[in-house]
């Protein structure tokens, strides 16, 4: 993690920083998560991005992900998985929002800002047979 953040010249929020220590991301079947913001589509996560990831489209940093986002150097933002839609998840990591999860939609240019962290990322979780229409 301390070399990742040195490469990018970052420092990771601590709830995250402590969550890839101790999970390194990781592939989900079936959660469903419901943002606050009530514009935001339902979705259900999919992947979260690690270190040395055994797939290579789910490597924490690569520079496939950080192109994304053109005018991000220095980096202020960081994708850090996707949903089953193909919507992209985003940690901010520069500014006042740092630790902030957004929720970008594919193919569009809407953003929703879904939780304060990662932790409350997984508090959004609801499962698939508790979850109503």
């Known amino acids: 993690v301390a070399a ?10 601590s709830d995250y920083r402590d969550f890839i220590l101790s999970y390194n991301g990781g592939y989900f079947s079936d959660p469903i998560f419901v943002s606050l913001d009530a514009g935001c589509p339902r979705d259900r996560l999919t992947v979260l991005y ?10 924490l940093a690569s520079k496939r992900h950080l192109a ?3 005018e991000n150097d220095p980096i202020q ?3 850090i998985g ?3 839609m193909g919507n992209l998840l985003i940690l901010i990591v520069d500014d006042d929002s740092a630790g902030s999860i957004v929720l970008k939609r ?3 240019d809407d953003y929703f800002n879904i939780a304060d962290g990662i932790n409350g990322l997984f508090d959004l979780i609801v499962s ?3 979850a109503s229409d």
């Open 68 to 70: 994304l986002f053109s």
């Open 77 to 79: 933002v960081l994708p």
């Open 106 to 108: 594919a193919s569009s």
């Open 4 to 13: 990742l953040e040195q490469r990018l010249g970052i420092k990771l929020p």
């Open 82 to 84: 996707y949903t089953i």
């Open 50 to 59: 690690g270190i040395g990831a055994s797939d290579k489209t789910a490597e």
């Open 128 to 130: 698939s047979e508790g």
